[in-house]
């Protein structure tokens, strides 16, 4: 049996398929609830019962010390250079973003235009602020794993945006550890409060605050289905970067492709779970048997290839299409966390790519690579969402403040404009506020 099921382009079993969207099971909806009740009426103490119940039984002290750390000189290299091309990646974004603005206290000023009236005058001032929260939390898988690569491309873009405090959560091992390459990321980069949690726990405990971790205004960070399912129904007591589900990859490759890199790269992106989604799509049928054949080649060395193997045939899939359109069709209605263009025309199919998460680009750029160390954050949208969100960036930590001041003159011009809302919508003292101005003027 092939380790991917193979369909065509219009196949009505493949238009089933890309119509996925995120499924809520009803019995974790209510676990997640329960928990999430709990640390609101308990504090510490129930996220200290649950990592103990979940993760380590044994567990004293909820947060641990970051100075503690140790690590290989190779690892403590690799994580230097990560921070600082991820580091300029964001300073860059920013600086895009807030160009042209004048700096105003804690923000990076206000874009301001002015009312020009018919014989030249400017009156008044319209413009916004672009401010930092003030807190962020940074979800860090772990327990059973080592994500540093997680904390680097959650913190950074907080770092960048000017967020003052970022607290860290990630569940620990069994014995009540927290990754040394986690902590030591943690310590590059200035977090100083690293809470031992996971899971459910761990996010209510940074929405609403427990002793010794006051509640933070933005979450951002990868997770389970505990964790996502905790984001989800915080949300408003909380700003959150988004939902996510399995990590998922698309990898389109035409005849122009290395069969080897482009079956490296579908492999790489789904080694994390069995539930992860591999998409490969193909402009022929000769192209996709010779990455399929790869596939199975490379598998047969992969130390996680159970994990491949299931995530591929239960949740994989190959698409052979007829032309570029539709393969870029087929593309956009999945909406992949991650897209690889193996390609030499990458940059023609660029522009025709209006949803992915991210895009590597050409046969040089490994799906690896790009998740740990090129610049960009690697947690991104996924379950169909890259239709209408964005990979955590600087953005994900700032937001816009409208300011607005009239003079005299325009007060007097823009009455009777608001005084006719107010009487169309029913409210008599919005129009009163407005008049009062203009009868005070005159």
């Known amino acids: ?67 503690d750390a140790v690590l290989p000189e190779e690892h403590q290299l690799a994580i230097r250079i990560a921070i600082e091309r991820v580091m300029e990646f964001h300073q860059v974004q920013l600086d895009t973003l807030t160009e042209g603005w004048t700096e105003v206290g804690s923000g990076w000023g206000w874009r301001t235009y002015s009312h020009e009236h018919e014989d030249g005058r400017e009156t008044g001032m319209i413009g916004q602020r672009m401010l930092p929260v003030l807190s962020a939390g940074i979800y860090v898988p772990g327990g059973k794993a080592d994500y540093p690569s997680s904390v680097i491309m959650n913190v950074v873009p907080a770092l960048i945006a000017g967020v003052e405090r970022i607290v860290v959560a990630t569940p620990p091992d069994r014995d009540g550890n927290v990754s040394p390459a986690v902590l030591f990321a943690c310590r590059e980069l200035g977090v100083e409060t690293v809470l031992r949690a996971g899971g459910a726990s761990a996010i209510a405990a940074m929405a609403l605050g427990i002793d010794g971790l006051p509640r933070v205004d933005v979450i951002a960070g990868p997770g389970n289905k505990y964790v996502n399912e905790a984001k989800r129904q915080l949300w408003g007591a909380v700003g959150l970067d988004s939902y996510a589900g399995p990590s998922e990859v698309c990898v389109f490759a035409d005849d122009s492709a290395n069969a080897a890199f482009a079956a490296a790269d579908l492999i790489a992106q789904v080694e994390h779970a069995p539930d992860n989604v591999g998409v490969l799509v193909t402009t022929n049928q000769e192209t996709c048997n010779e990455v399929i054949t790869e596939v199975e080649k490379q598998l047969l060395n992969a130390p996680r290839a159970n994990v491949i193997r299931q995530a591929l045939m239960e949740h994989g899939v190959a698409v052979v299409c007829a032309s570029l359109d539709e393969a870029v069709s087929t593309i956009n209605r999945f909406a992949p966390e991650h897209l690889a263009l193996h390609t030499m025309d990458a940059a023609e199919v660029l522009p025709l790519v209006t949803n992915a998460g991210a895009v590597m680009m050409g046969l040089w750029t490994a799906q690896s690579v790009a998740d740990y160390c090129e610049g960009p954050s690697h947690t991104l949208p996924t379950s169909g969402s890259a239709r209408f969100a964005s990979p955590v960036n600087v953005l994900t930590f700032l937001r816009l403040q409208s300011v607005s001041m009239l003079e005299e003159e325009d007060a007097v011009s823009l009455a009777p404009t608001a005084e006719a809302f107010a009487e169309m919508e029913g409210l008599s003292a919005h129009g009163a506020a407005a008049r009062i101005r203009s009868e005070k003027a005159l």
């Open 1 to 67: 049996m092939s380790v991917l099921r193979v369909l065509h382009y219009g196949d009505p079993s493949l238009e089933k398929w890309l119509d996925r969207r995120p499924s809520f099971d009803a019995g974790l909806v209510s676990v997640v609830s329960q928990t999430i009740r709990e640390v609101a009426e308990r504090g510490a103490e129930a996220v200290l019962e649950h990592t103990r119940r979940h993760d380590a039984p044994s567990l004293e002290s909820l947060y641990v010390e970051v100075g």
